[in-house]
């Protein structure tokens, strides 16, 4: 595929985004860029879900994922979803009741200002290197696919991919992002399907042999109950699931600004279960285009890519295979990669913004003033945090991910469960050191397991993180006798 056509077609459908942005947010106020007014409807905030839930690494990675997992990703899944009912019923009728702008004001109504912002300061760490991670790897296929074709450098792909998310976000913030994401969700399935679709044609499969390739395939095996060692055994990826849902999405403002902008409490309950229940299908969809992709590759006797991460653009836009391939990958990539990187850049400025520069009493004009400087900012680090991957990054971005969410979150869940769980207070100015020592502990845990006992702790470690935040804030705690209010 030319790289001249893939700069029209990122062209055109950037333009689109951009003028459905502008429409939908032009005149947004401060409440409006950081909790969309609260008016959103449940079913728009349930088709903005799906792509926000789906960023690029989703795309790329699950579909290379199953030659080394099989579908044992689905394992996860099955954890997204209880976390989804924990999100919708625990921590979506505490957030409601408190009538925060940010997650992380609960922390300083429970606690006190020092907790608040050391959990404002975990959640923007963890949110940079996640949010890096996953513009990241689009910025790798893209230089693969287009800006190595010109001799541009990583370091110019990475500014216009962060320019464009900035352009598109700057003004309308969650307000712009709840009608963009739903145009990328729908953008981001049809990709999928048509994907499959053509692949399998391709093939010469209809829609019966693409089935019984699935079903006749050892890699389309989704249960793994053999071995408690492996970082794949059922138990352990369900655990895994559910924590990374509940701290990646219940916990984490850029996730929750999109469920709390809905009108009412009961609304985004219904919208959080009605994402589990479309994450499910999304996923598995992303497994059988996997699966189908390594198959094409046998069948046109392409190279087998030494990262799975290549194997879709390796077919997409290498494969001979229809035109609408190449076109529904890059459209599928980018929809799915601006959809969770502007609602990451928007949730970066609402948290430093209102947590730790605390500028929610300032005026409609100030707060303005400082949050269009703290978006630059942030895009600005985002850059950088990319650029800095890029010379680092070896394994999976999946993998990476979650193995990265493991350190970076497990603090961030500590907190809210032992705020949620007891009425003990802190010791505030040891708090940062519990949120620094936790991780480093957990770290030395894995290692030495795997060392000594041969025992792999995979998805699971964030909650273990998680345990150890507990033991070090009970450690810290002391007895409260007045009522929390």
């Not at 790289?3 to 947010?25: D, E, K, N």
């Not at 006190?112 to 996953?134: C, E, M, P």
């Not at 792909?157 to 990328?184: E, M, P």
């Amino acid at each position: 595929m030319s790289p001249y056509l893939i700069l029209v077609i990122i062209l055109a459908y950037m333009s689109l985004l951009f003028v459905v942005g502008y429409i939908s947010g032009r005149n947004a106020n401060n409440e409006g860029f950081f909790i969309g007014n609260r008016k959103t409807s449940w079913h728009m905030a349930t088709l903005a879900m799906i792509g926000a839930a789906m960023s690029g690494v989703t795309f790329i990675s699950v579909p290379g994922s199953v030659a080394a997992d099989s579908f044992s990703y689905m394992q996860m899944v099955v954890g997204f979803t209880i976390g989804q009912f924990v999100v919708a019923f625990i921590l979506i009728p505490v957030f409601y009741k408190s009538k925060v702008t940010s997650l992380y004001e609960y922390l300083d109504n429970r606690f006190d200002q020092i907790t608040h912002r050391t959990g404002a300061w975990s959640f923007l760490v963890a949110k940079i290197i996640g949010a890096a991670l996953k513009i990241y790897i689009v910025c790798a296929v893209m230089q693969t696919i287009v800006f190595d074709y010109f001799n541009l450098p990583f370091t110019l792909n990475v500014a216009i991919v962060i320019g464009l998310i900035w352009l598109y976000t700057h003004s309308g913030g969650v307000r712009s992002l709840i009608v963009t994401d739903t145009l990328q969700s729908v953008c981001l399935v049809t990709s999928v399907l048509l994907c499959i679709w053509f692949i399998c044609r391709q093939m010469g499969l209809d829609y019966a042999g693409c089935i019984n390739l699935v079903k006749e395939s050892g890699e389309s095996q989704m249960w793994f109950f053999d071995n408690p060692s492996s970082p794949r055994y059922f138990w352990k990826m369900v655990a895994g699931g559910a924590l990374s849902l509940v701290a990646m999405t219940g916990l984490d403002q850029d996730m929750m600004q999109r469920n709390m902008s809905c009108r009412t409490m009961r609304e985004s309950q219904i919208n959080i279960v009605l994402t589990a229940i479309c994450q499910i299908f999304v996923i598995l969809l992303l497994l059988v285009l996997g699966l189908v992709i390594y198959r094409y590759i046998d069948y046109a006797g392409l190279e087998m890519p030494s990262r799975g991460d290549d194997a879709f653009a390796l077919v997409a836009i290498q494969g001979e295979v229809s035109i609408i391939v190449a076109i529904a990958f890059i459209i599928g990539m980018i929809s799915s990669t601006y959809s969770a990187a502007g609602s990451a850049l928007t949730s970066l400025t609402t948290s430093y913004t209102i947590d730790v520069l605390r500028a929610s009493e300032m005026d409609e004009q100030s707060l303005t003033k400082l949050r269009k400087k703290v978006h630059i900012v942030m895009a600005l680090i985002l850059a950088v945090a990319v650029i800095v991957l890029n010379l680092i990054s070896s394994d999976s971005v999946i993998n990476l991910l979650f193995k990265v969410a493991s350190y970076t979150y497990g603090p961030i869940l500590g907190l809210f469960v032992f705020g949620l769980s007891c009425r003990r207070r802190l010791r505030s100015k040891f708090l940062p050191v519990i949120v620094i020592l936790s991780p480093i502990v957990s770290f030395a845990m894995q290692h030495a397991t795997k060392a000594i006992f041969e025992y792999h702790i995979g998805f699971e470690l964030l909650g273990y993180n998680a345990l150890f935040t507990i033991f070090g804030l009970w450690l810290i705690s002391y007895k409260n006798e007045k009522e929390i209010k």
